[in-house]
């Protein structure tokens, strides 16, 4: 699901991604944990393409990065969902347009929209907000939008950036046993955390970044 071979990158003089490969199969969960600054943010960027790496391949859902065009990268992006460190939601939108759109986008007939929206708003406890803008709920109501969003498309792969930073352990194990769930019905599920914690108390895979590099990854003998 998510091949990263020999990877590097560098914002201009600083060196943050130095030869880094790790592996993700179809269906597993596993985390990317390391302090704030590893380059956590700037690995995902490079698996949804957002970024495109100094050396190194990737291939992400089946599709190889280098190969990304304008053609195909529409097509990339709907097999995966994001969940962003900043949210990146519309601002002029409700709620509920906001999880409108990518069902919109991905040709959703109406409605079937009509109830998705209506289911997810339902299981992320938003249904009450849902004619609110993002700058009008809390900041653990955005946080859940943002997760409701990337999921509302069912993707092959959810890539959730820091999903549940400034949550409390309530909400986090929350969100973590609802991505859980989506993971059992076959979502390849990974996140980025400086949370070792919260990482440790999931039992899943964890994959430590640091200084660069993969500093510590169970299954790395399998690269
Ligand atoms: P993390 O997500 O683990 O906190 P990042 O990938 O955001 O780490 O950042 C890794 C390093 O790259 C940090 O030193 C950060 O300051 C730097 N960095 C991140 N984004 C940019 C950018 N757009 N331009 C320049 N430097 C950046
Ligand atoms: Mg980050």
Redesign the pocket.
Known sequence: MIQVHQVSFS?DE?S?LEKVSLRVERGEFAFLV?P???????LLRLLYGDLAPLGGELNVVGQQLAELNKVNLPYFRQKIGIVFQDFKLLRDKTVKENLALPQKLAGTAPRLLKDNVNEILHQMGLSHHQHARPSEISNNERRKLAIARAIINKPLLLIADAPTEGLDLRLSLEVMALLDALNFQGMTVFI?TADRKLAEKCNKRIIELRDGAIHWDPSSASI
């Open positions: 914002y600083l943050v390391g704030s600054g590893s380059g956590k943010t700037t980025a």
